[in-house]
């Protein structure tokens, strides 16, 4: 698929809008999902899928194949979103009603309820976790991008992708072992 | 364990639908550029020395090294080649050294040699020497043999003569010696009176006192052969005491060589006005017009004769009329 995607950007920068249009159909659920988990709406979600896929078109002449075609769509969703809370002046994480709405609404990938009631649980941890952990939670375990692509989407070190990855899971861990918690 | 689950619940994270006509919306805005990528991300080719200077500049690099290698190579090569000739030279002075120590003890013994032809050669001489000595030797005693011999047969030994006898026969040095001082003494005189005279119109001195100027030393006015008069210290203290000489020609003219100047009574020495020495010896004394002249006593004026025997009181004195006025017979000699 990485190479298919490459091909494809490859004939998009040639001007084939039909690659073009089998990228965006390749990977617009993800962006959508990734923006639809942070921004907790499916309009804003919406809108800054526009935008990604725009910055996308626009910046296609200076992609130089130096990371796979997904590490980079997935940077520019993320400066997307930065931009996007900066003009929004929201420093807050969506709450854990959204979330569990959210998670709610999506399909189910156990059949367990407990476990259901456990990710969701976790799933609303990870939104309370800081800004940049969060962000790294999310390209690499919900967007499915490897440490390496974590990096180069976030621009940072592996090193720190992996110590926030590490951050992350100490604090859902003991999240996760506290009875008040699991009772609220 | 745990750490795996919650990746897992993570990882299974749920995924929210897009809505409907999200996909035809981004299919529609999509705006791909109409330039070629191509034409728009190359620039246009750089002129051909920039495209070429790294290559140029890392030429000129490898092509500086290369020289300083090079030239390094070579230096290291000419050093090395000096090192060589050095260690050899070095191998040739030692080897000069063993020969030269060779050399001196050959030339040592050598003048060991010739030191030893030289005894040899003057051994020989010597023995030559000594056999002719023994040949004279032996000759001596043949003829003492003889001459004893004949001796014996002819006359006695004649007598050793003693040093008296000697000094008798031959003279007394320390007279001779005395006498040729005197000499010289009446030279010297003789030459200061000449040249008071030609500083004073040719004529000679009236007395000793005038040519004290001439004179170095009142020294030479004393005879060595004269005891009883002393030598003046200076020309001040100078007297008739201190003359052992008489002055026969007092204002005499320098055109009358002949005529005696100076006169030495003890050793009879006598000064010519022309400035020689003469021993009397035969000769003697006369006088002819007031002046002494040398002459040979063949030839004396009988006249004369009796004027020196009277002069000298060997005859009794007379008043004639031609009696000379500047001599005293009773003066003593050397009164000026």
Known sequence: MCDNAQALCEHARQGDLSAASELVAHFYERIFAYFRRLAGNDEDAADLTQKTFFKVWVSLASYQNRSSFSTWLHGIAHHVYVDWRRKKNLTEAQSDEWWEACAAEGPSPSEDASEREAAKYIYSLVERLEDGVRQTVHLHYYQGLSIRETAEALNIATSTVKYRLREALDFLRVKTLEPQFRKT | ?336
Not at chain 2, 190 to 210: E, M, S, Y
Not at chain 2, 235 to 249: G, K, P, Q, R
């Open chain 2, 1 to 336: 364990m745990i750490d795996e689950k919650l990746e897992n619940i993570l990882r299974k994270a749920p995924r929210a639908t897009p809505p409907d006509g999200l996909l035809a919306r981004l299919q529609a805005d999509i705006s791909l550029p109409k330039q070629p990528l191509r034409s728009v991300v190359e620039p246009e080719p750089a002129p051909w020395l920039r495209r070429l200077l790294p290559a140029l500049g890392f030429a000129g690099c490898f092509l500086a090294c290369a020289v300083v290698f090079a030239v390094q190579t070579s230096s290291l090569t000419q050093l090395r080649k000096e090192n060589e000739s050095l260690r050899t030279a070095t191998q040739n002075l030692e080897q000069l050294r063993r020969e030269n120590g060779d050399y001196q003890r050959l030339l040592a013994g050598n003048q060991e040699l010739e030191l030893l032809r030289k005894d040899a050669l003057e051994l020989q001489q010597l023995r030559a020497e000594v056999a002719l000595l023994r040949g004279q030797v032996e000759q001596m005693a043949k003829m003492r043999a003889e001459n004893q011999q004949w001796v014996a047969g002819v006359q006695p030994m004649p007598r050793a003569e003693t040093d008296q006898e000697f000094f008798a026969r031959v003279g007394d040095p320390g007279d001779k010696a005395k006498r040729i001082q005197c000499v010289n003494n009446l030279k010297q005189i003789g030459l200061a009176a000449r040249i008071w005279a030609n500083d004073n119109n040719d004529v000679l001195p009236p007395n000793w006192l005038t040519i004290t100027n001439e004179l170095s030393t009142p020294k030479i006015l004393v005879c060595p052969g004269d005891s009883g008069r002393q030598v003046a210290p200076n020309w001040t203290s100078f007297s008739a005491a201190n003359v052992s000489y008489e002055f026969l020609n007092p204002n005499g003219s320098e055109a009358e060589p002949e005529v005696v100047l100076t006169r030495c009574p003890i050793h009879n020495n006598v000064g010519l006005s022309d400035g020689s020495v003469h021993q009397l010896g035969k000769n003697r004394i006369t006088m002819k017009d007031g002046k002494y002249y040398l002459t040979d006593p063949s030839q004396l004026n009988p006249d004369t004769q009796k004027l020196m025997r009277q002069r000298y009181g060997l005859e009794p004195q007379e008043a004639p009329a031609g009696q000379p006025t500047n001599v005293n017979p009773q003066q003593p000699p050397g009164q000026p």
